[in-house]
T-cell receptor, first 115, second 112 residues
Framework: DTGVSQDPRHKITKRGQNVTFRCDPISEHNRLYWYRQTLGQGPEFLTYFQNEAQLEKSRLLSDRFSAERPKGSFSTLEIQRTEQGDSAMYLC?????????????FGPGTRLTVL | GENVEQHPSTLSVQEGDSAVIKCTYSDSASNYFPWYKQELGKGPQLIIDIRSNVGEKKDQRIAVTLNKTAKHFSLHITETQPEDSAVYFCAARKVGTYKYIFGTGTRLKVLA
């Protein structure tokens, strides 16, 4: 399968714990996005990478959230001191920079439940 | 602030009928408008997109129209089939940014 993969698919944690999610984009895609999706809502932009550089970050992303893409390939999203309000589906998407296209390919998501 | 409103939230149609989903965006600097289909347990999948220099785009049974003056864009699905049942999201992105603003989604049910 050459699509976007995310790991784990499901994560249950207790409030106050740290969690880390991984996203492996489609090979050679230089753009990578993280989104959060709650039930009945559309994806909410969190952050964007072009290669290893984090170029855009939502104001909604508190200092408990951090994302990295150290070698411009896979990315990690870490949430520190989780809160119940962090419970959501975390989606990763990747795309290939082109002159007139930015088709995002989404992964299956990581569903986080904070107890 | 940036906002995309999407209507209706749910839509039921008979197989073979047409379905129309409408979105309105607030930021006039938006220039790219993709539509996504999301099935249960999966991430969204791009089905069609349109840029601000085009008024209409069609791909088989799916079409998208854009009215820049009114800041409206719509998804049209003709000859609906049961496999079209899913949640559909519109989105908008403005010039100079990679931040996509998504609508709240439309749950489409195609009744056989």
């Amino acid at each position: 399968d050459t699509g976007v993969s995310q790991d784990p698919r499901h994560k249950i944690t207790k409030r106050g714990q740290n969690v880390t999610f991984r996203c492996d984009p489609i090979s050679e895609h230089n753009r990578l996005y993280w989104y959060r999706q709650t039930l009945g809502q559309g994806p909410e932009f969190l952050t964007y990478f072009q290669n290893e550089a984090q170029l855009e970050k939502s104001r909604l992303l508190s200092d408990r959230f951090s994302a990295e893409r150290p070698k411009g390939s896979f990315s990690t999203l870490e949430i520190q001191r989780t809160e119940q309000g962090d419970s959501a589906m975390y989606l990763c998407a990747s795309s290939l920079m082109g002159l007139d296209t930015d088709t995002q390919y989404f992964g299956p998501g990581t569903r986080l439940t904070v107890l | 602030g940036e906002n995309v409103e999407q209507h209706p939230s749910t839509l039921s149609v008979q197989e073979g009928d047409s379905a129309v989903i409408k979105c309105t965006y607030s930021d006039s600097a938006s220039n790219y408008f993709p539509w996504y289909k999301q099935e249960l347990g999966k991430g969204p999948q791009l089905i069609i997109d349109i840029r601000s220099n085009v008024g209409e785009k069609k791909d088989q049974r799916i079409a998208v129209t854009l009215n820049k003056t009114a800041k409206h864009f719509s998804l049209h699905i003709t000859e609906t089939q049961p496999e079209d049942s899913a949640v559909y999201f519109c989105a908008a992105r403005k010039v100079g940014t990679y931040k996509y603003i998504f609508g709240t989604g439309t749950r489409l049910k195609v009744l056989a």
